[in-house]
């Protein structure tokens, strides 16, 4: 398996534009989580997935951001506008049952200019 | 406040030297676990402890689990420059949820 795989790696954007996240957790995994990591608040979870089904969005920061998951494959972050204070680098996970090991992938790393 | 905190923030050693790193907590937990991130790359799970469980090991790794403190330490014995990384514990937000939190991270730094 390829582990958890997330593109792009980096992204470099101007403050106002539209920035699309991708992640595709492991085959069989059925949680999927949306972390952001920065120097000032650590490592923060936005929101996560049980089976495709958002469960808990009280970590995403406002309403410009969204997360969807289509499909057990395949899961979107997306901020709109997006603004310099969104510039980190963005972590998806997956695990198989939540109270194992989550699988991190490489993350994106956001710079909004 | 985190639900995980590490102590310290901040380790330097010898290579060759054991590697101690310490998490306390705040609510009950079913488990804990421990976490490394390479500089630039993702946390990859080292252990996991259950509540029931006082340590347990795995490979150059030892990990205590104190409920009656809420704490952790993690042991690295024997350390080498490839250990130098962050590592962070993470608890269940709340005893039976389904997230983690993370703490702040130890950054481990290994001297050759």
């Known amino acids: 398996d390829a582990g958890v795989i997330q593109s792009p790696r980096h992204e470099v954007t101007e403050m106002g534009q539209e920035v699309t996240l991708r992640c595709k957790p492991i085959s069989g995994h059925d949680y999927l989580f949306w972390y952001r990591q920065t120097m000032m608040r650590g490592l923060e979870l936005l929101i996560y997935?049980?089976?495709?089904?958002?469960?808990?969005d009280s970590g995403m920061p406002e309403d410009r951001f969204s997360a969807k998951m289509p499909n057990a494959s395949f899961s979107t972050l997306k901020i709109q506008p997006s603004e310099p204070r969104d510039s980190a680098v963005y972590f998806c996970?997956?695990?198989?049952?939540?109270?194992?090991?989550?699988?991190f992938g490489p993350g994106t790393r956001l710079t909004v200019l | 406040s985190q639900q995980g905190e590490e102590d310290p923030q901040a380790l330097s050693i010898q290579e060759g030297e054991n590697a101690t790193m310490n998490c306390s907590y705040k609510t009950s937990i079913n488990n804990l676990q421990w976490y490394r991130q390479n500089s630039g790359r993702g946390l990859v799970h080292l252990i996991l402890?259950?509540?029931?469980?006082r340590e347990k090991h795995s490979g150059r790794l030892r990990v205590t689990l104190d409920t009656s403190k809420k704490s952790s330490s993690l042991l690295i014995t024997a350390s080498r420059a490839a250990d130098t990384a962050s590592y962070f514990c993470?608890?269940?937000?709340?005893?039976?949820?389904?997230?983690?939190?993370f703490g702040q991270g130890t950054r481990l730094t290994i001297n050759p």
């Open positions: 996970a997956s695990s198989l049952v939540t109270y194992n090991e989550q699988f």
């Open positions: 993470a608890t269940p937000r709340i005893q039976g949820a389904q997230k983690l939190v």
């Open positions: 997935f049980n089976n495709n089904v958002p469960i808990d």
């Open positions: 402890i259950r509540s029931n469980e």
